[in-house]
């Protein structure tokens, strides 16, 4: 019996998720390593994959910090709206991304309530780079707060009241005892929402207006590729896409052996 | 540094805490803190701390307003149940916390705050164990810690809130002792709390019992045990037994029978308590009549229990060990220390 579960398992395992991984990999090297690295040189991917990065590096720290201060109030403090506040934060996993994506549109595009002020004022956030950047924050929203709300739960307040009745400032209190308690939580939180940030299709789908190399970040490109019938050049991106993801994984698995202790009470996704 | 408590009142949504609790706490004076769980002697410390604020009174310090200092300008040194040493830092990093988290102008240098931060340990007799982290200690060794941690910012008062609940009976007694000489020593004005009527009696010098947000009696130890002001003090302080009683133009009667106990009072129904060994056993004379229900021995004497003729409750009393006392007999005895209270 034991067998035959372990078996059902491990076949399943293969079928949907190592197969795929592994045909990502020869579909990129069908050609050979020369046409895999030329899917690079292309200017348009490079700038997918610089916009990717871009959206990467000022999504993942924003929400880290709001993640902080959302896990701070909420577990520090008690105040009217609390749970609201909770369940808001979880609103980007219920959602679906088309819908964030949507959202956006009717608020800044053309059509939208602020739209036509945005566009005498000259600002482009639609089918432009910061509408990308907030549909991103968007998804990524939950992340880093879900990750350290369990987590400063269970370690209460004491700490933090020790550290004021010793003279602390509420900076030095966080900096030197908060920080450091939270400190493996906070980066397994910013390795979701970094993998995360990076692979969003559907909301930045939206919002994108697909303009290659201008408003395509990797994902989208690799859509746009794949429909053009450029094979090779969209599993090289997909290649490497998912080569960010299983480097983010092994740094996860990692965490977790070293700081099993530290991250536990914190909920798995 | 003195402390005042002013009518301070604080309630937690809605289920009050603090009744309108006032106290005063002498200079240099070690008090405890009385009372079970849910009588707010916590909140009352914490109150003190500037950890919680009240709702309404006032604390003072010194003779100053202390009610709109933050915890941190109040300058108390605290010491947690859980000790709550920082994890992630060494004994010393610990200890030194308070001193490098001042500002530039008061803090002192590097060396000078290492320098403190050892003799501190040294203090607390933890002499070499500075580079170990807090998990790596025993309970007795974080509770030294922590308060090492606390004397280092040279606090107005020491407030420890239920010092020694963490800990197993041996290291138990041995910390109160050391606590004590610690207090002796530095001569600072320290507040605990505790549920502990042994550890409170054996500790401070003056008890302040709490029940329900109020306190029912402040007083030295002698005074708490020797003279309860209410039936709760007498019931929560050391052993009792009580029983109801008559007053009628001021003798005591128990079940309609004079017992030869006499105080002054308006006629009507008391309830008279006593302790099981300020008890004597009465050949002849009156006293209380009771069956021996059972009995046992306790150390150099047999704890009987007793049914009283004329009342519902059994009663415990201290009899020589060499005095028969077979279930069903009959006992009479007197009282040689007790206490009425008027039935309201």
């Known amino acids: ?269 | 540094m003195d402390i005042q408590v002013d009518k301070v009142a604080k309630a937690y949504e809605r289920f009050p805490a603090l009744h309108g609790v006032s106290l005063h706490i002498a200079s240099g004076e070690l008090v405890a803190l009385l009372g079970p769980s849910g009588s707010g002697k916590t909140t009352l410390l914490r109150v003190i701390a500037g950890l919680e604020s009240p709702d309404s009174g006032r604390v003072l310090m010194g003779g100053d307003d202390a009610s709109r200092l933050s915890v941190q300008q109040r300058h108390v040194g605290f010491v947690f149940q859980s000790y709550a040493l920082f994890r992630n830092m060494r004994v010393v990093d610990n200890v030194a916390f308070g001193l490098r988290v001042r500002p530039r102008a008061t803090r002192p240098p590097r060396a000078e705050i290492r320098r403190r931060a050892l003799e501190l340990l040294d203090f607390v007799q933890l002499t070499g164990l500075d580079r170990r982290y807090p998990q790596q200690l025993s309970g007795g060794q974080r509770q030294r810690v922590a308060l090492a941690r606390a004397l280092a910012i040279e606090p107005r008062v020491l407030l420890l809130d239920e010092p020694f609940g963490a800990l197993d009976a041996r290291v138990r007694k041995e910390l109160r002792k050391w606590l004590r000489e610690i207090h002796d020593r530095t001569g600072h004005t320290t507040v605990f709390v505790t549920h502990d009527q042994e550890e409170a009696l054996e500790l401070a010098d003056r008890l302040v019992v709490m029940s329900q947000g109020r306190i029912e009696q402040i007083g030295t130890p002698d005074e708490i045990y020797d003279h309860p002001t209410s039936p709760y003090v007498y019931g929560f302080i050391g052993e009792s037994s009580h029983v109801q009683a008559e007053r009628k133009s001021g003798e005591i009667l128990v079940g309609g029978r004079q017992t030869g106990l006499r105080t002054e009072g308006a006629d009507g129904p008391v309830l008279l308590y006593f302790r099981p060994h300020h008890v004597d056993l009465s050949d002849g004379e009156p006293g209380l009549v009771g069956t021996v229900t059972a009995q046992r021995r306790v150390g150099g004497v047999r704890r009987v229990e007793l049914a009283v003729e004329g009342a519902t409750e059994k009663v415990e009393i201290d009899i020589p060990s060499g005095f028969p006392a077979a279930p069903g007999s009959r006992l009479t005895f007197r009282p040689g220390r007790w206490q009425t209270y008027a039935l309201a």
């Open chain 1, 1 to 269: 019996m034991r067998r035959v579960l372990l078996a059902v398992a491990l076949v399943y395992i293969a079928a949907v998720l190592v197969l795929p991984l592994v045909l990502v990999f020869t579909e990129a090297f069908r050609k050979g390593w020369e046409n895999y690295l030329s899917a690079f040189t292309d200017p348009s991917s490079l700038a997918a994959i610089r916009l990717t990065l871009l959206v990467t590096v000022i999504a993942v720290p924003l929400n880290a910090v709001f993640g902080v201060l959302a896990a701070w109030s909420v577990t520090k403090y008690q105040f009217r709206g609390k749970a609201l506040l909770t369940t808001l934060i979880d609103l980007p996993f219920s959602v679906s991304p088309v819908v964030s994506g949507m959202v956006y549109v009717l608020l800044f595009g053309a059509q939208g309530l602020i739209g036509p002020w945005l566009r005498d004022n000259g600002i482009e956030i639609i089918f432009a780079v910061p509408g990308i950047v907030l549909a991103t924050m968007f998804v990524t929203v939950p992340f880093v707060a879900r990750e350290l709300i369990p987590l400063m739960q269970s370690q209460g307040t004491t700490d933090e009241e020790a550290a004021l009745s010793l003279g602390a400032s509420g900076w030095q209190t966080f900096r030197r005892v908060t920080l450091p308690n939270i400190k493996w939580g906070l980066v397994y939180g910013v390795l979701l929402c970094t993998a995360r940030a990076m692979g969003e299709f559907g909301a930045v789908s939206v919002v994108s207006g697909h303009i290659r190399g201008k408003t395509t970040t990797m994902p989208l490109d690799i859509e746009i590729l794949y429909n053009d019938y450029n094979f090779t050049a969209a599993f090289a991106m997909a290649s490497l896409l998912a080569l960010l993801a299983l480097v983010t994984l092994l740094i996860k698995t990692v965490l977790e052996l070293r700081f099993a202790d530290e991250l536990a009470g914190t909920r798995r996704h």
